[in-house]
């Protein structure tokens, strides 16, 4: 609920702020934090409760990559949105960070920190580790599924429903390195080499 606590918080008009997930307990949280919001348990592949292009924009942050079925929930936002309406979407930067597929990588003779990619145009599955330092304590291992697609899978899966991106943003990480020998080198990797993607997708009139 923390991104649409942010919505309504800066909103300069009154909103109908709907919110769905598949999380009981994580919506149950965004309730509490967002009386004035609605919020529905359920899929975004099965958008059922809101009725055809009712509405202006949809918006997902660091959770399309865990969908298994994309072009379901790109045909659910295409009917959802209004005519010209926009979906926003942040993802992992499919180009430079592939779950268990890419790295950082440190090259002595460039005295350069980088970016290494093993595998980008395969689609992959993959399993991750909800909390790895828990785990290394003796935790039960929780476990999310998190898809990677290239990114000519999400231009070609949007424009089948004639959605458009209309914008595209690469935003680099803000942390900063403890103390060490090789921290500027790292930093200054972290400032050229992107790990987030923010799309801005348009639909356009059937």
């Given at each position: 609920?923390?991104?649409?606590?942010?919505?309504?918080?800066?909103?300069?008009?009154?909103?109908d702020?709907?919110?769905?997930?598949?999380?009981?307990?994580?919506?149950?949280?965004?309730?509490?934090?967002n009386?004035?919001?609605?919020?529905?348990?359920?899929t975004?592949?099965?958008?059922?409760?809101?009725?055809?292009?009712?509405?202006?924009?949809?918006?997902?942050?660091?959770?399309?990559?865990?969908?298994?079925?994309?072009?379901?929930v790109?045909?659910?936002?295409?009917?959802?949105?209004?005519?010209h309406?926009?979906?926003?979407?942040?993802?992992?930067?499919?180009?430079?960070?592939?779950?268990?597929?890419?790295?950082?990588?440190?090259?002595?003779?460039?005295?350069?920190?980088?970016?290494?990619?093993?595998?980008?145009?395969?689609?992959?599955?993959?399993?991750?580790?909800?909390?790895?330092?828990?785990?290394?304590?003796?935790?039960?291992?929780?476990?999310?599924?998190s898809?990677?697609?290239?990114?000519?899978?999400?231009?070609?899966?949007?424009?089948?429903?004639?959605?458009?991106?209309?914008?595209?943003?690469?935003?680099?990480?803000?942390?900063?390195?403890?103390?060490?020998?090789?921290?500027?080198?790292?930093?200054?990797?972290?400032?050229?080499?992107?790990?987030?993607?923010?799309?801005?997708?348009?639909?356009?009139?059937?």
């Amino acid at each position: 609920g923390y991104f649409v606590g942010q919505v309504l918080s800066h909103a300069k008009a009154e909103l109908d702020v709907q919110g769905v997930d598949i999380g009981k307990e994580l919506l149950d949280i965004a309730k509490d934090k967002n009386p004035k919001a609605v919020f529905t348990h359920t899929t975004a592949s099965k958008l059922s409760h809101v009725e055809d292009h009712s509405i202006d924009l949809v918006y997902s942050v660091l959770a399309l990559q865990n969908m298994s079925d994309f072009e379901a929930v790109t045909q659910e936002i295409k009917r959802v949105l209004k005519p010209h309406g926009r979906f926003v979407a942040v993802i992992n930067h499919p180009t430079f960070r592939i779950p268990k597929q890419s790295d950082w990588y440190f090259s002595n003779e460039k005295k350069a920190q980088g970016r290494v990619v093993y595998s980008y145009m395969t689609p992959q599955k993959v399993a991750i580790d909800m909390h790895p330092g828990k785990t290394a304590l003796g935790a039960v291992k929780q476990e999310t599924i998190s898809f990677h697609h290239p990114l000519q899978f999400y231009v070609k899966a949007l424009a089948k429903y004639n959605l458009g991106i209309s914008r595209l943003e690469e935003w680099i990480s803000h942390k900063t390195s403890e103390e060490g020998p090789k921290k500027r080198f790292e930093d200054s990797a972290r400032k050229e080499i992107p790990l987030f993607m923010c799309l801005e997708i348009r639909s356009f009139i059937s």
